[in-house]
């Protein structure tokens, strides 16, 4: 069981959600810029050190505002189905709402969408790699 309190397991939750999805948008945002770098030079080499600032500040606002919704009471932290550590509240989605909202867009927006950019980054990748392997082949 969870032994340390109902403040600890909500910033035990807190922090497993907001390093979570700092993590996966962290990745999201490197796979478009090496897709931007290597598929689209022209935009890629402009990129600077301040762009990349702004985007590890925007990956850490985008995480905060997933991970501070439950304390904002959309969506609920609490002990996990075995109890030994605290998340989501995943069974309060059955009974709530609110909480089912919360479920949803946090798939949709922490694992859908980050997905979908990072496969597609590096398919774009790979198919400008295969072609340019083409065009050397070539000459």
Not at 25 to 42: D, E, G, M
Not at 70 to 84: F, S, V
């Amino acid at each position: 069981r969870w032994l340390y309190g109902k403040q600890f397991c909500l910033f035990y939750a807190f922090c497993g959600v907001l390093f979570g999805i700092c993590s996966l948008s962290t990745l999201t945002l490197l796979s478009t810029v090496c897709c931007l770098k290597i598929c689209f030079p022209a935009y890629g080499n402009r990129f600077k050190r301040e762009h990349g600032q702004i985007l590890i500040a925007c990956a850490w606002t985008y995480a905060a505002l997933f991970a501070c919704s439950p304390l904002a009471h959309w969506g609920e932290y609490g002990a996990e189905p075995y109890g030994t550590a605290c998340c989501i509240d995943w069974r309060s989605t059955n009974v709530n709402a609110v909480a089912m909202s919360y479920t949803v867009v946090l798939f949709v927006f922490c694992f859908v969408l980050p997905c979908g950019v990072i496969v597609t980054s590096y398919s774009l990748i790979l198919v400008t790699v295969k072609e340019s392997r083409k065009a050397v082949e070539q000459h």
